[in-house]
């Protein structure tokens, strides 16, 4: 409900500023760049996420810095701007690596490898997903770890590698469905019976 979302950001940016809460206001600045842009106003949000980059960077804000470059950089990633994106996404990672006191910034890697495969560096993209699996599982990030096999098993049918994706896949709906994450499980069930359909094995597709 962007509307009503957007209402409390702006009360939010309101009380910060009467109180003199410049990072607040700073923070909320980029809230409402994310809901202009949701609702349609373009050249709105590329203003207010631009000062709120600005402000994030003035006031030493690194975990609004991370989050702000992560969203442009997918931002232009969804928009068929794959190479711009991922200049915003490295640029999420080099402060995030910069700063390890911050958590692991799972959504700048993940935006990363989607971009590095819209840019067809299927290999590089293939890489950066493993790894970040890696992370996901130490951590037990089950959700990311659903979002991560599920990813996988798209790129590696893609790549016609179809014993390997399925194994992804079937992991991926598993993870989903304990986590209550129905997203990735339908993503996963609906990649599962594509690839079971092309194969021929119908039982598995009606299954």
């Known amino acids: 409900d962007p509307p009503e979302s957007r209402r409390d ?3 939010v940016l309101r009380i910060a500023e009467k109180l003199g809460k410049e990072q607040w206001a700073a923070r909320a600045w980029g809230e409402l760049a994310i809901l202009a842009f949701l609702e349609g106003d373009a050249r709105r949000a590329r203003d207010m996420m631009t ?3 600005i402000l994030a960077r003035l006031y030493g804000d690194v975990a609004a810095q991370i989050r702000y470059f992560t969203i442009i950089g997918q931002g232009f990633v969804e928009m068929g701007r794959a190479e711009e994106g991922l200049e915003y996404l490295d640029r999420a990672l080099d402060v995030a690596a910069k700063h390890l006191e911050v958590s692991f910034p799972m959504l700048a890697h993940t935006g990363r490898a989607t971009a590095l495969v819209r840019l067809n560096r299927r290999s590089e993209a293939e890489a950066a997903l ?3 699996l890696g992370r996901a599982r130490d951590t037990n990030r089950t959700d990311y770890e659903a979002d991560l096999h599920a ?3 798209i790129l590696e049918a893609q790549a016609n590698e179809t014993r390997s ?3 992804h896949l079937q992991q991926a709906a598993v993870l989903a ?5 129905y997203r990735i499980e339908a993503t996963s069930e609906l990649q599962l ?3 079971h359909a092309a194969a021929g094995d119908h039982a598995k597709v009606r299954a």
């Open 177 to 181: 469905r304990r986590t209550q994450v």
């Open 51 to 53: 000062k709120a980059v």
């Open 165 to 167: 994706a399925i194994g």
């Open 193 to 195: 019976a594509k690839l």
């Open 9 to 11: 950001w702006e009360e």
């Open 151 to 153: 990813r996988l098993g």
């Open 130 to 132: 493993n790894q970040i």
